[in-house]
C-alpha cells in the first residue's frame, strides 16, 4: 500500500527566504507525482505536475523534482512572500488510468511573516 | 480548462438528517470523478470514484453513498448523518488522456 510523508509538518519563515519541502513515497512504481497548495478552508490548486519519467517542473518561483528511485520529490520556493501562506500537499495516484485517485501526504503549513 | 463547481460551500445539519452534496464538471467531457473527505487533523481520504455514467467504487466502508446520473455530474448523499460524518468534502476529477487531477473548493459539513 502506498505510503506518502512530507516533512517538516510545519514550517515559518521570514519573507524572501528560499525554501525546500519534502515529500517521500514509499512505492516507487508511480506514474506522476503531483504537489498542491490549499487555503484555509478553501480547495486544493495544482500547482506542477511530474510524470514519473521527468526530473523536475518549474511555475515561476516554483520547482519540484522528482528521484523516482529513492522516493522523494522537494518542491522549491524560492523568494518566499506572505501570500505563499498555505498548506503543501504532495500526491501520487494509485495506479491505471485513473489519475486522480490520489494518495495524500499529511500536508507542510507554511506560514510567511513579513 | 476544466473547472468542478461544488455547492454548498457550508452545511450545518443535524445527526439523523440526510444529506445531498452536488458536483458538477466543466471544460471537459467523460471525466473520472471523485469524492475525498478532509477530516480535521487528518489528511484527504478517498471516499467513491467513478469512471462513467452510473458506475461507482467506494473506497471505505461507511455512512455515505454516490451516485452518477450524469456524465458531468457527481452525488455524494447519505440517508442519516452520523457527527463523524463531520468534515470537509471536495469533489476531483482527471481528464480522459490527461494525468493531472483537479479539485473544486469544497463543501464544509458541520453535524451537529
Known amino acids: 500500500k502506498q505510503e506518502v510523508t512530507q516533512i517538516p509538518a510545519a514550517l515559518s519563515v521570514p519573507e524572501g527566504e528560499n525554501l525546500v519541502l519534502n515529500c517521500s513515497f514509499t512505492d516507487s512504481a508511480i506514474y506522476n507525482l503531483q504537489w498542491f497548495r490549499q487555503d484555509p478552508g478553501k480547495g486544493l490548486t495544482s500547482l506542477l505536475l511530474?510524470?514519473?519519467?521527468?526530473r523536475e517542473q518549474t511555475s515561476g518561483r516554483l520547482n519540484a523534482s522528482l528521484d523516482k528511485s529513492s522516493g522523494r520529490s522537494t518542491l522549491y520556493i524560492a523568494a518566499s512572500q506572505p501570500g505563499d501562506s498555505a498548506t503543501y500537499l504532495c500526491?501520487?495516484?494509485?495506479?491505471?488510468?485513473?489519475?486522480?485517485?490520489?494518495?495524500f501526504g499529511q500536508g507542510t503549513i507554511l506560514t510567511v511573516h513579513p | 480548462s476544466q473547472t468542478i463547481h461544488q455547492w454548498p460551500a457550508t452545511l450545518v445539519q443535524p445527526v439523523g438528517s440526510p444529506l445531498s452534496l452536488e458536483c458538477t464538471v466543466e471544460?471537459?467531457?467523460?471525466?473520472?470523478l471523485y469524492w475525498y473527505r478532509q477530516a480535521a487533523g487528518r489528511g484527504l481520504q478517498l471516499l467513491f470514484y467513478s469512471v462513467g455514467i452510473g458506475q461507482i467504487s467506494s473506497e471505505v466502508p461507511q455512512n455515505l453513498s454516490a451516485s452518477r446520473p450524469q456524465d458531468r455530474q457527481f452525488i455524494l448523499s447519505s440517508k442519516k448523518l452520523l457527527l463523524s460524518d463531520s468534515g470537509f468534502y471536495l469533489c476531483?476529477?482527471?481528464?480522459?488522456?490527461?494525468?493531472?487531477?483537479?479539485f473544486g473548493q469544497g463543501t464544509r459539513l458541520t453535524v451537529v
Open positions: 500526491a501520487v495516484p494509485g495506479g491505471g488510468t485513473s489519475y486522480g485517485k490520489l494518495t
Open positions: 471544460g471537459t467531457s467523460n471525466p473520472n
Open positions: 476531483a476529477g482527471d481528464r480522459s488522456g490527461n494525468t493531472e487531477a483537479f
Open positions: 511530474i510524470q514519473s519519467s521527468q
